[in-house]
């Protein structure tokens, strides 16, 4: 009996302590938020004004946000197959560029940001393919 006392005593404790950890401060407090929308266009030679094709996930996946500090590379960040990118960066000032595939470029980068703990920055990103 005395075990089985302990043994719920035991389960009790772990829990009330993951419920705990869910509602406290979050362990990554001491960071903010880089996030952003990523189009990339043209795809082919021939697009109609207005029409945005549907983007295949390898384009996506071809390409990513690079993170820098100064000139030291901190982050690469994948690109998910909706265009989003999301990374969580210790305070200070970056400068946010992408990976270069061909001839892609962006007017939208390079750019610097601010983060801060606890605030979300957003940066959306137009990648031009410099299909013509």
């Known amino acids: 009996m005395k075990r ?41 030679p021939v697009e109609r004004p207005g029409v945005m094709p549907t983007v295949p996930p390898e384009v996506y996946a071809a390409r ?24 969580a960066l ?3 000032t970056y400068t946010v560029d ?8 962006s007017k939208d980068l390079p750019k610097q940001v601010e983060i801060r703990a606890g605030q979300t920055v957003r940066l959306d990103v137009a990648i031009d393919t410099g299909i013509r």
């Open 64 to 87: 990513k946000i690079v993170v820098y500090e100064g000139t030291k590379l901190v982050r690469q960040v994948d690109i998910d197959n909706s265009g989003k990118y999301k990374v």
């Open 4 to 44: 089985l006392i302990a043994v719920f005593l035991f389960l009790l404790t772990g829990v009330v302590s993951a419920c705990s950890l869910q509602t406290g401060t979050p362990q990554n407090a001491g960071t903010g938020t880089l996030e952003g929308k990523v189009t990339i266009g043209p795809l082919t």
């Open 98 to 105: 992408i990976n270069r595939i061909g001839i892609d470029h």
């Open 90 to 92: 210790g305070p200070g």
